[in-house]
């Protein structure tokens, strides 16, 4: 085909995105919106979104497989908590069987996207890579436009302007962009930060290192947690994967929605609970009052898991230890605090969070102008208002980010079926009165408080209120009344196809 045939492509969905996210988005298309053209476009050269990019010492998932696998298609693997390599490898299984990979272009960068409200249709530009390198810019049409990108910037992670790291004598890595040939086998590591990488990376480095230190300024939350779910294990001996699966996940559900509810109405509570267990695992009530017991109140960020607590288990081996300070300097020998104390250090490694990007870099523009994101309203996690035909898919940020992303999917599909019973081309959401601005996710986390400005805001009332309950959301999300707060466009009032 050639390139002036492909530029002119048409599709009646675009999904942005082949990680979790676009494999669940194909699945849904397929069965619940059946008939609808669609590709997904893929930036990297494979399938696994973040599964794929992330390849640092012990990647896993922080969330239960039965929850943040798809509801469709029953997690069978022996562990809840679920190594990288494992979802990498369901993920992609997935693609396979439902034939979702048939749909999926590698090396399709999205740079642009152009509403024309005159015809009814998105103008996508892709910036494609060759085997060879070289790179071709394409264009593409379509009537609705779905990121399933997420919300982090594949490019670049986040670290600090540390001083005097340029002096530093050893190796400096960021765990998002972990050296394959790494050799840290019987060397010191410093790792600096406490959240979910950094709890996942000192077991993992513990095996090999000669010492791991992680250096922290203020204390996580983290919660041991078994790998493997006992109940799950007998119900899947005795019922079908279905049946089981259904079961497990529902009691997952249930479990996680319990404990946010319980954390936010009873904080104090909730921080006695936690600690309580975490002296369990550590044994050591003083270095949990030192190391353990964090200013904010537990879910206020999310909770780190430690699964089988092999994180407090490589504490009490003795080949690593956590200091809380601050960061004075790097020095020729490694890291110089501000209590005077030199870390001394061979390798060391930067898990001190990742950046935020809305809609993965996409910059809609409408009718020739780039929508102000900071402005909009998010309608129903999903749609934003000011761009018509767009949804974006979030996941939640206090349980698995599959539930609210399959119901999203579910909703694009409702809202695509609405649109042809109707005889509309295009769909905006429209405030119905006015909204008081909420942030578009609450965690006080620094990766989301560094860059949630640049996203669109929820509001304070259903359908505009973002909430982190999935038994509310499935509850009302496929009943939502779709003529309340959707302003159509009848076909017949666009030019479809046409180039005026």
Not at 146 to 153: L, V
Not at 175 to 193: C, E, H, N, S, T
Not at 279 to 284: F, L, W, Y
Not at 335 to 351: F, N, P, Q
Request: positive net charge.
């Amino acid at each position: 085909m050639s390139a002036t045939l492909r530029a002119m492509e048409h599709f009646d969905v675009v999904v942005v995105g082949a990680g979790l996210s676009g494999i669940g988005a194909g699945y849904r298309l397929q069965t619940e919106s059946p008939g609808r053209s669609y590709v997904i476009l893929e930036a990297r050269a494979a399938i696994g979104g973040t599964w794929d990019l992330f390849r640092y010492p012990g990647v896993r998932s922080d969330s239960d497989m039965y929850t943040l696998g798809y509801s469709f298609r029953p997690w069978r693997e022996s562990k809840s908590i679920a190594a990288g390599d494992t979802v990498l490898e369901y993920i992609r299984t997935t693609a396979k069987r439902y034939r979702i990979e048939d749909k999926i272009r590698f090396r399709t960068k999205v740079v642009a996207a152009d509403w024309s409200s005159a015809q009814a249709r998105w103008t996508v530009t892709v910036e494609q890579t060759c085997e060879q390198g070289t790179v071709e810019r394409r264009t593409m049409t379509c009537d609705f436009l779905y990121s399933c990108a997420g919300y982090y910037d594949y490019d670049s992670g986040y670290t600090p302007d540390f001083p005097g790291v340029e002096d530093y004598r050893g190796t400096v890595v960021h765990p998002q962009f972990w050296p394959q040939d790494l050799d840290y086998a019987g060397k010191r590591v410093v790792i600096i930060g406490s959240g979910a990488t950094a709890v996942t990376l000192v077991p993992s480095l513990v095996r090999q290192a000669e010492h791991v230190t992680m250096l922290q300024r203020s204390p996580s939350w983290i919660a041991a947690l078994p790998s493997r779910d006992k109940l799950a294990d007998r119900l899947r001996a005795v019922l079908p994967p279905k049946a089981a699966h259904r079961i497990i996940r529902a009691k997952n559900i249930a479990l996680t929605v319990a404990v946010n509810h319980f954390c936010a109405r009873r904080p104090e509570a909730a921080r006695k609970v936690f600690i309580k267990l975490t002296q369990r695992a550590v044994k050591d009530e003083a270095m949990v009052r030192e190391h353990f017991t964090p200013s904010y109140n537990p879910w206020e960020q999310r909770v780190c898991a430690a699964p089988d607590a092999d994180f407090f288990r490589a504490l009490r081996g003795g080949k690593a230890d956590v200091v809380t300070d601050h960061i004075e300097t790097f020095v020729p020998e490694g890291i110089r605090l501000k209590s005077g104390k030199v870390l001394e250090a061979d390798v060391v490694v930067t898990a001190t969070g990742l950046r935020l990007l809305a809609f993965g870099g996409i910059a809609p523009r409408v009718d020739g102008a780039e929508v102000p994101l900071a402005e909009q309203f998010v309608w129903r996690g999903a749609m934003v208002s000011g761009i018509p035909n767009f949804a974006v898919c979030i996941g939640y940020t206090n349980a698995s980010w599959t539930l609210r992303g399959d119901l999203t999917s579910r909703l694009v599909c409702k809202v695509l079926n609405y649109m042809t019973e109707r005889g509309y081309s295009s769909v905006v959401p429209v405030p119905d009165g006015t909204l008081r601005e909420r942030p578009l996710l609450t965690l006080s986390s620094g990766y989301i408080q560094r860059s949630i400005q640049d996203f669109p805001r929820a509001g304070h009332r259903s359908p505009w209120r973002v909430r982190q309950n999935y038994i509310l959301d499935a509850t009302s999300t496929m009943r939502t009344d779709l003529d309340r707060t959707l302003r159509p466009t009848r076909r017949e009032e666009a030019k479809v196809g046409s180039d005026g």
